[in-house]
């Protein structure tokens, strides 16, 4: 198969050939497809038991073993930490956060992606690697915001130049971690709560490369879904304005302890419509992974070393799987809805275990903050929405999707109101 010029049509292709050759099939000689899915858990459960991080550069190099790290440590380490990040005063020191991005836009004609990526980055920042100073922070945000321009399309350039630019950048980023991690060890800096902080007494084992990847895999992870997902969410808040009305009538007479304590169960409807909106726009669109060992799919045979193609949103938008599977419609996750889900496999929009996102919790408590300060704090203007498509880059990214943030005013009343930090 040839593999066409422009990555809309690349999707659609995939699209058209997954439902004629029943979700498995060679892209080309080197990648299969799976995005059958049950075939899809299966191969993800099996490929990565037992997987043990690679060993260190260095060890390599004299033909020697490192101390062997089972990824399973890493997850469960995170998990940890991400279970104390959980706790209402993080969750609402997450809000803040996004506030103060969006704050500082009001009454500015802002291009909506680059928002919605700068709130998801800023906020979640300090959940991955705390305590830094401005000028680290920059640096790190930069990295994070040049790896995503490539994988969006929008690169402002190539070229030797460009290049030596980006490396230089990633490597100041690279700096940073590295000294944070030092400067923590040593009792230099505080220890923190956030994902990097468990690696410090790890360093023995990691060595400090491996523990840099650790920290890299984290902070890549924010650099992307979490701010596709929450344009996504500003794109059908615009684009639906019935269920925006019905998420703002829930969450605006909400008690903020009770939101904080439990979103999901606190504000259920408003779970719909974020879940709906990671059914219909998943992030990342595909993920390609390499076989660890030979694999039977659907009477297929991989080998050892060749590619697989994961992808949640094919699944999503499988008619075999979902009921009118192109119509936006969060009632499609109430309890015995017959267009709801068809199994345990069929929503997958943080992937599958054991390498399954760690930050599902977090990411989706995001999305239901961002719905919060539109319900509470913001009123957001769009000119025609009905005129934006979405593109098909790493995720779906709206296109020319530009707007006015300005201050809610307080239902009933006259002039722009006050409003409080958390939005309520
Ligand atoms: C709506 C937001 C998010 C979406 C849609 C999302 C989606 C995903 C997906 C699809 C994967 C790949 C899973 C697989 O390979 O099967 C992943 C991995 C991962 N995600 Fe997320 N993610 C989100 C937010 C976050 C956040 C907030 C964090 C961290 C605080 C995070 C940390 C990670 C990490 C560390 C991995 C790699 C896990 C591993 O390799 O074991 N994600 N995410």
New binding site residues.
């Given amino acids: 198969m040839t593999t066409p010029e422009h990555p809309d049509d690349f999707l659609h292709d995939l699209r058209r050939r997954s439902a004629a050759e029943d979700g498995v099939f060679w892209v080309n000689d080197d990648l299969l497809a799976v995005f059958e899915p049950e075939a899809a858990q299966r191969i ?1 459960r099996t490929n990565w038991r037992g997987f043990v991080m690679p060993d260190r550069g260095l060890d390599l190099l004299r033909g020697r073993r490192s101390p062997v790290v089972p ?1 399973v440590h ?2 469960t380490a ?1 998990l940890a930490q ?1 279970h104390r990040l959980a706790d209402v005063s993080h969750r609402a020191a997450l809000t803040d956060r996004m506030r103060q991005v969006m704050d500082a836009r009001l009454g500015e004609r802002v291009d909506l992606v680059t928002l919605a990526q700068d709130t998801a980055i800023r906020s ?1 920042l300090p ?2 690697l705390s305590g830094l100073t401005p000028r680290e922070t920059e640096w790190i945000v930069r990295d994070l915001d040049q790896k995503l321009l490539r994988l969006i399309d929008r690169s402002p350039g190539d070229g030797p130049a460009h290049r030596l630019r980006f490396a230089a950048v990633q490597a100041r980023a690279g700096l940073v971690v590295r000294r944070v991690l030092r400067a923590r060890a040593a009792g230099r800096r505080p220890r923190e709560c956030d ?1 990097a902080d468990p690696f410090v007494d790890l360093l023995p084992q990691l060595g400090m490369d491996r523990a840099l990847n650790v920290v890299t ?2 902070l890549t ?2 650099g992307g ?2 701010g596709s ?1 929450a344009a996504a969410v500003l794109y059908e808040w615009v684009r639906q304005p019935e269920w925006a009305r019905r998420v703002t009538a829930e969450l605006g007479g909400l008690d903020t302890a009770a939101f904080l304590e439990a979103p999901t169960k606190a504000a259920p409807l408003t779970h719909r419509f974020v879940k709906e909106t ?1 059914r219909m726009w ?3 669109l595909l ?1 390609v ?1 390499q076989a660890r060992q030979a694999f039977d799919v659907g009477g297929i045979t991989l080998d050892a070393g060749r590619g697989y193609l ?1 992808s ?1 949103h094919m699944i999503h938008r499988d008619h075999r799987v979902w009921k009118d599977a192109d119509t936006f419609d969060p009632d499609r996750f109430l309890a015995g809805a017959p267009h709801g889900p068809a199994g345990r496999d069929s929503y997958v ?4 275990t ?7 919790a ?3 408590f ?2 239901m903050a961002l719905c919060r300060l539109m319900s509470t704090r913001y009123h957001l203007t769009v000119p025609n929405p009905a005129r934006i498509t979405m593109a098909f880059r790493f995720a779906p990214v709206p296109q020319d999707f530009h707007g006015v943030l300005t201050p809610r005013r307080p239902s009933g009343s006259g002039p722009r109101g006050q409003h409080s930090p958390h939005g309520t």
């Fill in positions: 993800s990824w890493v997850r995170w991400l979640l959940c991955a994902l895999t984290v992870a924010i879904p979490p997902a990671l998943s992030p990342p993920l992974r994961m949640p929009p943080f992937g599958w054991p390498k399954k996102c760690v930050g599902a977090l990411g989706t995001q999305l």
